[in-house]
């Protein structure tokens, strides 16, 4: 086995140190899941191996498999998943008064930003003699863990809440998996995954608790230092939505590793963005008053409860960032305007960046000199019946060109 640059899971909060090889979700020194684990790495080793041309050539996130934690000679379990391209978006720097470029993740392949964790936990899964993954989701994760489970060839069995939009429910289906629609919340579906993980000892792909999941997401954070680096100018700030708070940690956690390894000379503020219905990670990173009861139209970061509110709160501190709540009508506006001005269909998960970055620069949060990376994890094919209440629905008209005329 070439996993030997993986040193140890240690405790984020008490800093206890346990053997990577042994599955291992949370420390055993607290209660319940608050000790919350890491990968621990010896970067020599990664550094030593890691050979690759920080070109912006970047076929998939396989070209950083150095810096995974898995055994890096085995194939992994992939579909292509990562090196999304940084696009330019001219029309929408117009609108928002700001320059910004858009990384649109909603085109890995089952069409979200959490494919980069599947495949990771999946290589891993199966790497470690695991034939059956389960995880809670409010969709995403759902069909990314199935789509991935059906590549390894691993049965997958996942909880979803019985209130998840219909296509999201449909896709894992189609990749084989049991799909479990729990009559409750996502923290009564998450809970449930986490007790038969516990009885029946299937590999828990809940990216929030198992170590491994979030050190694939690091490579969003890879690539968009890759790609700074390559245009020769690190964004000012990066927006990504905030659900369960493990994509933005994840995020960051991979830019700075680039900083430090000095593959790219500065680092972005983190501007997290979260609906106000649902802003958990908000209220403790601005000690105001929170609720658990959710209600926004973004069922992807609809989370009342996150369990990476500490890390998340970590990447935002740590790069100087702040973050932002917006209402489900500017998400709304924004996946219109994203849609609009550029050509990119988002989900309003994937779309509440830009309405948090346009809501930040009417606040003076964002300078309009400044450049902004706007990260759009999950595409709007998703869940149609959502995005329709961004559009005024088709215009009707007599099969006659008099009718066209009259609109013309
Ligand atoms: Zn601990």
């Known amino acids: 086995m070439t996993n030997d640059h993986v040193t140890a899971l240690t405790c984020t909060l008490c800093g206890a140190r346990y053997d990577p090889t042994e599955l291992r979700y949370t420390?055993?020194?607290?209660?319940?899941?608050?000790?919350?684990?890491?990968?621990?790495?010896?970067?020599?080793?990664?550094?030593d191996r890691f050979s690759a041309d920080l070109d912006g050539d970047i076929p998939s996130q396989w070209k950083y498999a150095p810096?995974?934690?898995?055994?890096?000679?085995?194939?992994?379990?992939?579909?292509?998943?990562?090196?999304?391209?940084?696009?330019?978006?001219?029309?929408?720097?117009?609108?928002?008064?700001?320059s910004v470029l858009v990384k649109d993740d909603g085109r890995n392949p089952t069409g979200c930003l959490k494919d980069r964790a599947s495949s990771?936990?999946?290589?891993?899964?199966?790497?470690?003699?695991?034939?059956?993954?389960?995880?809670?989701?409010t969709g995403n994760a759902a069909a990314s863990l199935a789509g991935y489970a059906a590549r390894g060839g691993l049965d997958c069995r996942i909880f979803v809440p019985a209130g998840a939009p219909e296509g999201k429910l449909v896709q894992p289906q189609?990749?084989?998996?049991?799909?479990?629609?729990?009559?409750?919340?996502?923290?009564?579906?998450?809970?449930?995954?986490?007790?038969?993980?516990?009885?029946?000892?299937?590999?828990?792909?809940?990216?929030?608790?198992?170590?491994?999941?979030?050190?694939?997401k690091r490579t969003v954070g890879f690539e968009l230092a890759e790609q700074s680096a390559v245009r020769g100018q690190v964004p000012d700030w990066l927006a990504f939505s905030m659900g369960d708070g493990c994509t933005i940690a994840g995020a960051w956690k991979g830019f700075r590793e680039f900083f430090e390894f000095g593959f790219v000379d500065d680092v972005p503020k983190m501007l997290g963005v979260q609906a106000e219905g649902a802003a958990a990670i908000h209220d403790a990173f601005h000690e105001c008053e929170s609720t658990d009861e959710v209600e926004t139209l973004a069922d992807s970061i609809s989370v009342g409860c996150p369990r990476n509110t500490v890390k998340a709160c970590r990447a935002l501190s740590d790069s100087g960032g702040t973050a932002v709540t917006v209402a489900d009508s500017e998400i709304l506006d924004g996946m219109r305007l994203l849609g609009a001005t550029e050509g990119l269909?988002?989900?309003?998960?994937?779309?509440?960046?830009?309405?948090?970055?346009?809501?930040?620069?009417?606040?003076?949060?964002?300078?309009?000199?400044?450049?902004?990376?706007?990260?759009?994890?999950?595409?709007?094919?998703?869940?149609?019946?959502?995005?329709?209440?961004?559009?005024?629905?088709?215009?009707?008209?007599?099969?006659?060109?008099?009718?066209?005329?009259a609109l013309y």
């Not at 990749?175 to 809970?191: H, S």
Request: net charge negative; charged share 20%; aromatic share 6%.
């Open 27 to 47: 420390c055993e020194n607290h209660e319940g899941v608050a000790g919350i684990l890491e990968v621990e790495y010896d970067e020599r080793v990664i550094l």
């Open 174 to 216: 189609i990749y084989g998996a049991d799909v479990l629609a729990v009559d409750g919340t996502y923290d009564e579906a998450y809970d449930l995954s986490l007790a038969v993980t516990d009885v029946y000892g299937w590999y828990n792909r809940n990216a929030a608790i198992n170590p491994f999941l979030i050190e694939g």
């Open 120 to 137: 990771v936990g999946l290589t891993h899964a199966s790497q470690s003699g695991y034939d059956t993954v389960t995880c809670a989701s």
């Open 345 to 405: 269909y988002a989900e309003p998960a994937g779309a509440a960046p830009v309405a948090g970055v346009k809501r930040a620069v009417e606040d003076g949060i964002i300078a309009p000199d400044e450049t902004v990376g706007i990260v759009s994890t999950g595409m709007g094919l998703k869940d149609t019946a959502g995005a329709a209440q961004a559009t005024d629905g088709a215009t009707e008209i007599a099969p006659s060109l008099s009718a066209v005329e």
């Open 67 to 98: 810096f995974l934690p898995v055994d890096t000679e085995c194939d992994p379990v992939t579909l292509g998943e990562g090196g999304t391209d940084l696009l330019d978006a001219p029309q929408l720097s117009v609108q928002l008064g700001v």
